[in-house]
């Protein structure tokens, strides 16, 4: 009697075992490091840590110091100890990925933080990946659709743009997001939470992205509690889970809320590893990979990743050395403002201060024509701001001012939109014709 033998699976098994292992021992552990002799593999191995009957506890080669490889873990160090012995596992970190993972929640090492078990039906994709070549990259021609009116008239996106979203704390970023990830014209939602409370993870879920959201969306979430390295690969999990799916030629919106813990992530293996402070204690290895993380979204020969980060700016200092960085790599710019939400405008998009680059070229001349008119009314509008709050204005003094305090309400009553509400593309410029025209 003949047995079919699944040699595609017997290759995969084989692909994941070493036929020589290379294993040292734990000698130090200081901080987030540890410290082994003995072991003899490349920066970005996987390793297992075999600790005293405990279940293996995974670690990263992350440096080499004097003779001794530096680890830092991805996991918890409990029952760790001098001796500890430790097993090169012959790869780099991969993941499953397939459509089976929408509608599901990840940790930040793409493994279910939900219920249930991923099943079959995967491939495996590395998570450090190199960006598309730029020559292969398709000119990005068509707008992507966000259903929020202030983005879409005056701050139009395109298929495979990356855009940062920048705000300090509790201006209403992560509502922002699940806004996007409701009614963007994307076909899938990667988003990623790094470094985010344990308690607002729920919240985002239910109350910001809700069902609707959920069934076209992964979740990647690596919490402030979990060890730092785990922050970064949950930046790059996402990254990755986004790449399948544009390799099947989708138009995926990826989210990442925030690159600034991101980078304080990064800081903090730098530091450990020993490298030198630098702008406002941010380590050089940090604006070496923020870089290498966003160059990974954008167009490619098949399918696109519009990407958006938010950028958690520290005193709303719009100039502080991740902000400023993140600035230069990205294609456009939202500035949420304070001020603004404190006046009950939602959302509190600066209009004056944000940007889009792409926006010329992937709009017509009669919406360019409409979003610079608007912008132009604000301007004005913001000149006199100051002898119009106290009542010193005297009207026809100014032409551009009296047209601007014209239409004023009409443009603040375009540019608010409630948590609920939704718009079309068509019906966003319908809008904002119909604002200048009264």
Do not use: W
């Not at 989210?255 to 402070?277: C, H, K, N, Y």
């Not at 294609?331 to 405008?345: E, M, Q, W, Y």
């Not at 004005?380 to 309400?409: C, M, W």
């Amino acid at each position: 009697m003949s047995v079919a033998v699944d040699f595609n699976a017997c290759y995969r098994i084989l692909e994941n075992i070493s036929l020589r292992q290379r294993g040292g021992k734990i000698v130090k552990v200081t901080g987030l490091t540890l410290e082994a002799r003995g072991l003899k593999a490349p920066i970005g191995e996987v390793c297992l840590i075999y600790n005293n009957g405990h279940a293996p506890v995974a670690a990263e080669i992350v440096g080499f110091r004097e003779g001794a490889t530096l680890l830092m873990p991805l996991g918890e160090l409990d029952g760790i100890a001098p001796g500890c012995r430790v097993v090169a596992t012959g790869r780099s970190h991969r993941i499953p990925v397939g459509p089976g993972l929408l509608g599901r929640v990840l940790d930040g090492l793409g493994r279910p933080l939900d219920t249930g078990f991923l099943g079959g039906g995967y491939e495996y994709y590395a998570v450090n990946n190199s960006p598309p070549n730029p020559l292969e990259r398709r000119r990005i021609k068509k707008v992507l659709a966000t259903g929020i009116k202030a983005i879409d008239a005056l701050l139009t996106c395109g298929e495979g743009q990356r855009v940062g979203i920048f705000s300090g704390s509790g201006v209403g970023k992560s509502t922002l997001l699940g806004m996007i990830a409701r009614h963007s014209t994307a076909d899938i939602n990667v988003i990623a939470l790094i470094g985010e409370r344990g308690r607002e993870v729920r919240d985002f879920l239910e109350g910001d992205l809700g069902p609707d959201g959920m069934a076209r969306s992964v979740v990647v979430v690596a919490t402030s509690d979990q060890p730092a390295l785990v922050r970064i690969k949950g930046a790059f999990v996402a990254t990755a889970i986004a790449e399948y799916f544009r390799d099947q030629g989708y138009s995926v919106m990826l989210m990442m809320d925030s690159l600034t813990r991101f980078a304080i992530a990064q800081r903090e293996v730098g530091l450990a590893i020993g490298e030198p402070p630098a702008t406002r204690g941010y380590t050089p290895s940090v604006f070496a990979l923020l870089p290498r993380l966003v160059e990974r979204a954008g167009t490619s020969a098949r399918g696109s990743i519009t990407g958006l980060y938010t950028v958690l700016v520290e005193g709303d200092d719009m100039n502080e050395p991740v902000a400023d960085a993140v600035r230069g790599l990205l294609d456009g710019h939202i500035v949420l403002s304070r001020s603004l939400a404190a006046k009950n405008h939602f959302p509190a998009i600066d209009v004056l201060n944000s940007i889009s680059r792409l926006m010329p070229e992937i709009t017509s001349p009669e919406h360019r024509r409409l979003a610079g008119q608007l912008r132009d009314l604000l301007a004005a509008y913001q000149e006199a701001a100051d002898l119009i709050e106290i009542g010193a204005y005297q009207h026809g003094s100014n032409p551009r001012v009296d047209t601007a305090l014209k239409f004023y309400d009409a443009i603040q009553d375009f540019l608010k939109q409630d948590k609920e509400e939704y718009f079309t593309f068509e019906e966003t410029l319908s809008a904002l014709e119909k604002a200048l025209s009264n």
